[in-house]
């Protein structure tokens, strides 16, 4: 079997919450061996947020770890000189005050490259403050474009800033600095934003703001509900279908499965006629079950979905056949991705606990991994 894409990476935790274990969790997902430091391996954080996260902190060996600790501090050094990849997501300055600074690491360890994953970024005004997905959604504009139009907006989970502009960014500077050292033999700091990523992943809608084809407010425009063709709507039973026919020839396929005549109906983008577009739509898809219009669109490039629950999603015939969750110590949770055709990523095992003393004395025994060797 496969160890992944990333086998002989090794990678050192610091833990935390969020971004920064669904950073270690991709990595150890495609074969990287996790090493996570924490204080406790027991509660510790005292609203218990921390250890809820048993899914994401899959796949990595977790010690008990006391920073303030000199020889706990001096074991985490000698760590740090063997590894490829160090990942933390404290406040600016506190890997400093604990005698870790990131650029003192890289220069003990050249080819170390150090992913610094905070909401506002190392510098700034707000560096210092402190946040959650949902605050660092809010001040990239982002966050006020979700939602209905008159109404609050609504917090996508935290998949955006959290996620997207966070964990997603830290793996691709991660694995970008590590392409880099392949040709400089140098690691180096990579300073992740949240605030920053969820800019970048908004750059379709600046674009659009640009070009004049986001004009509206919040739910009024072509991917934000604004546009009747683009929404969710209840059936007789209050299941949801999900719409996302933008292009003319999907549209025409949803319009035929719907019952309805282009004929009689306003031209797509004719944003005026929206209003009376959208009632046909409600009406039709009102008019039978989500298991009814389930079986009209099966398998029809109309782009119309039935809207599942995780529990459902979980029996989708397609993800069933793609193996797209996985079963570890009896939790369903999602599978590693992506799918790679030479070396597939590894069966996801769960959390293991050891000590800090065995970690570092198996990777001094070992030796430097070939993707951690010194250049000459």
Known sequence: MTAGPLAGLRVVEFAGIGPGPHTAMLLADLGAEVVRLQRDTHDDSPDGITTQDVIVRRGRHTVPTDLKDPDDLASVRRLLSMADVAIEGFRPGVLERLGLAPDDLVEGNPRLVVARLTGWGQHGP???????????????????AIGRPGRPPVPPLNLVADFGGGSMFAVFGILSAIVERERSGRGQVVDVSMVEGTLTLSAMVWSWRAAGRWPGGRGTNILDGGAPFYDTY????????????????????????????????????????????????????ASRTRAQW??????????????????????????????????????TQP??????????????????????ENIVGRWAASGLPATGARAS
């Open 234 to 285: 209840a059936c007789s039973d209050e299941g949801l279908m999900a719409i996302g026919a933008l292009e003319p020839k999907f549209y025409d396929l949803a319009l035929k499965g719907l019952g309805l005549d282009p004929g009689e109906l306003p031209a797509q983008y004719d944003r005026a006629g929206w209003p009376e577009l959208r009632r046909a739509i409600t009406a039709a898809f």
């Open 294 to 331: 389930a079986a009209v669109f099966e398998g029809s490039d109309a782009c119309v979905t039935p809207v599942l629950s995780f529990s459902e999603a979980v029996e989708h015939p397609h993800l069933v056949d793609r193996s797209a969750f996985v079963s570890v110590d009896g939790l």
């Open 126 to 144: 707000e560096a210092q403050v402190a946040g959650h997905d949902l605050n660092y959604l809010a001040a990239s504009g982002v966050l006020d």
């Open 335 to 356: 599978a590693p991705s992506p799918r790679f055709s030479r070396t597939p990523a590894p069966a996801p095992a769960a959390e293991v606990f050891g000590t800090l």
